[in-house]
């Protein structure tokens, strides 16, 4: 008898921390589609934490939805798939202990037919892979426009390097500098210039510095 209550009394003790585990994370969902509505499948999709930059990843199901459990905060939803511009929502989404919260619809666009590829990793002094860096692309004059005072048109994009810490830009194939930042809290900010002519892939990788305290 004695071994049977306690038997039940661990059972309850286990069921109780379990239950109070799972109250402590809220769900983010949502789903991704193309220009048509219809569901991108096995896109790839991240949140990361506003607290501590930590990072979770999943990939759309079929019908385009995905889902995570995550601990209360405020996170950045990025997102990439491929064939399609990918890119991060401008507005953090909450999330709260035991609720759900669904992001608004995202379309994706279709990429051009004939792009160059800017990819590549960010790292620490010492090597390791920094994940939650955010990239920012933005177009520049090359020299040659620089000297004929030639108006750039204006290209902007932004992303968050993965729990690898790479990242990825698709950019039009036509003759064109970018300049690319990574910044990460607590580390200097890098930037460096990259020269896009034809279709390519290019590598681009940062070494991030930490601030000194």
Do not use: W
């Not at 209550?5 to 109250?23: E, K, P």
């Not at 792009?115 to 960010?122: C, F, H, K, P």
């Amino acid at each position: 008898m004695k071994k049977l209550m306690y038997t039940l009394t661990m059972f309850c003790l286990v069921s109780a921390t379990f239950a109070a585990v799972q109250g402590k994370t809220g769900t983010l969902k949502g789903k991704i589609e193309n220009e048509k509505a219809k569901p991108i499948a096995g896109a790839e999709v991240r949140a990361m934490r506003s607290r501590d930059r930590s990072i979770k990843e999943t990939k759309t199901d079929q019908a385009g939805n995905y889902s995570f459990e995550l601990e209360p905060d405020d996170y950045t939803v990025s997102f990439d798939a491929e064939g399609f511009q990918g890119g991060n929502l401008v507005q953090m989404q909450q999330v709260e202990e035991g609720k759900e919260t669904t992001v608004k619809t995202i379309r994706l666009e279709k990429a051009s037919r004939r792009t160059s590829l800017i990819r590549g990793a960010v790292f620490d002094s010492d090597g390791a892979s920094l994940a939650g860096v955010h990239l920012k692309l933005v177009r520049v004059p090359t020299a040659d426009e620089e000297q004929e005072r030639k108006h750039v048109g204006s290209l902007s994009m932004t992303y968050t390097s993965n729990s690898h810490g790479e990242f990825a830009f698709r950019v039009p194939t036509t003759r064109a500098r970018y300049q690319v930042t990574a910044t990460l809290q607590y580390y200097k900010p890098q930037s460096k210039t990259v020269d896009v002519n034809g279709s390519e892939a290019i590598p681009l990788a940062f070494s991030l510095e930490p601030v000194k305290k």
